[in-house]
């Protein structure tokens, strides 16, 4: 363990608390979750479906979501339809060797999405390639397009319906940021989808 390591924790801690507390405080942040909860849960009472992509941390964080509107996140009820494009490795391993990493999620949208379907990317910088590309596939083919990016916005921006910035630059705040409002995004569809079933909100 290094001297200053204790210094480096809370470094990092206020870091996440500012973060955090932007979040909190910025009015079109909750704009955005709003926006997109309402998006979501319109597609699937339609009978669409959320398709979700993003690379390395935002990969994960892509299949946590998924699996939060396939089982449950607050309350029992039934599954609604969520698919992480980052988990068929045949079909990202095949594309990215005959056509290149930029193009293994823009592929799978073209192939499964549907008008009025709802494609959500995750990019900390805004510019990965692989999800702008997806973003601008899923805009071409009808369904509505969600991002959520760091401070900055990036390319993505341009693609999007809506959008959420986490308010820092540094890739792992962005990150505590963007699994926190897809729990609350996930959280509200949820109530939106079986209002007879979800709980009474504490306080």
């Known amino acids: 363990m290094t001297a200053d390591a204790p210094r480096y924790v809370a470094h990092y801690l206020a870091a996440s608390r500012a973060a955090m507390d932007g979040f909190v405080a910025d009015p079109e942040a909750t704009r955005a979750m709003l926006a997109m909860a309402d998006a ?8 669409r479906k959320l398709l979700i992509a993003g690379n390395g941390g935002s990969a994960a964080d892509a299949q946590h979501i998924a699996g ?5 996140l ?10 992480a494009l980052t988990t068929d490795s045949s079909a990202m391993t095949a594309t990215a060797n005959d056509y290149g990493y930029d193009h293994v999620f823009e592929r799978q949208v073209l192939g499964l999405g549907q008008r009025g379907d709802v494609f959500l990317g995750i990019s900390t910088s805004g510019n990965s390639p692989s999800v702008v590309r997806a973003l601008a ?8 397009t969600l991002g ?3 401070q900055a916005g990036g390319k993505m921006v341009e693609q999007c319906d ?13 990150q505590q940021v963007h699994i926190t409002a897809a729990h609350i995004v996930c959280a509200l569809v949820e109530r939106a989808m079986f209002p007879d079933a979800a709980p009474a909100i504490p306080g």
């Open 68 to 72: 939060e509107f396939i089982s449950r």
């Open 40 to 47: 979501i849960a319109a597609s699937m009472r339609a009978g």
């Open 137 to 144: 596939a899923a805009r071409g083919r009808g369904m509505v």
């Open 162 to 174: 809506h959008v959420l910035r986490a308010p820092s630059a540094w890739t792992p705040i962005i």
């Open 74 to 83: 607050m309350f029992d009820h039934a599954p609604l339809p969520a698919v």
């Open 148 to 150: 959520f990016a760091g």
